[in-house]
T-cell receptor
Framework: DAKTTQPTSMDCAEGRAANLPCNHSTISGNEYVYWYRQIHSQGPQYIIHGLKNNETNEMASLIITEDRKSSTLILPHATLRDTAVYYCIVSYSNDYKLSFGAGTTVTVRA | GAGVSQTPSNKVTEKGKYVELRCDPISGHTALYWYRQSLGQGPEFLIYFQGTGAADDSGLPNDRFFAVRPEGSVSTLKIQRTERGDSAVYLC???????????????FGPGTRLTVL
């Protein structure tokens, strides 16, 4: 059973913010939301994670709704190098298995 | 610093043959993971090592698959009697300790693309 639901694909314009949605309506209180991305022919790369509060780092921002049933990954200024498959993963903090779904294929266009 | 490296980058073999895939984790990382990624899908967990021992091999599809990490560093994934359905990208990851914690990010290698003819 998939724990997360993401759109299959989305396009965004270079230089604009990219907002990637993820639904996780069955998330439990102790589960974190993680985001990874996978650029073509590379291994997945960690982006950010959060539990309840919004988080920001040098790569992106993570906005989690108050009921925690959905979240949005924000790439503030998308570049062509951000073209990748983005995975939203829900997991307990001590769960070493990353359960990837199909992810969202994001294409940044010039 | 060096990241996770995997060799070979590509491996083509014939059905029924034996293959070994190697993973060199980041120095000092005690946890090591193997995943398999089929075309168009996300990676799937295979096995997790903490040090030299396999702490969880529940993702290995059958007994043709085996992995070792004898000295707690380099790991080898071994596949016997390969089948066409084994064709996939095999990814290795390592992390400082065990599990996903706020400071225990999994770092992935580039993968080995296995093609079984």
């Amino acid at each position: 059973d998939a724990k997360t639901t993401q759109p299959t694909s989305m396009d965004c314009a270079e230089g604009r913010a990219a907002n990637l949605p993820c639904n996780h309506s069955t998330i439990s209180g102790n589960e974190y939301v993680y985001w990874y991305r996978q650029i073509h022919s590379q291994g997945p790369q960690y982006i950010i994670h959060g539990l309840k509060n919004n988080e920001t780092n040098e790569m992106a921002s993570l906005i989690i709704t108050e009921d925690r049933k959905s979240s949005t990954l924000i790439l503030p200024h998308a570049t062509l190098r951000d073209t990748a498959v983005y995975y939203c993963i829900v997991s307990y903090s001590n769960d070493y298995k990353l359960s990837f779904g199909a992810g969202t294929t994001v294409t940044v266009r010039a | 610093g060096a990241g996770v490296s995997q060799t070979p980058s590509n491996k083509v073999t014939e059905k029924g043959k034996y293959v070994e895939l190697r993973c060199d984790p980041i120095s000092g990382h005690t946890a090591l993971y193997w995943y398999r990624q089929s075309l168009g899908q996300g990676p799937e967990f295979l096995i997790y090592f903490q040090g030299t021992g396999a702490a969880d091999d529940s993702g290995l599809p059958n007994d043709r698959f085996f992995a070792v990490r004898p000295e707690g560093s380099v790991s080898t994934l071994k596949i016997q009697r390969t089948e066409r359905g084994d064709s996939a990208v095999y990814l290795c990851a390592s992390s400082l300790g065990g599990g996903i914690t706020s400071t225990d990010t999994q770092y992935f290698g580039p993968g080995t693309r296995l093609t079984v003819l």
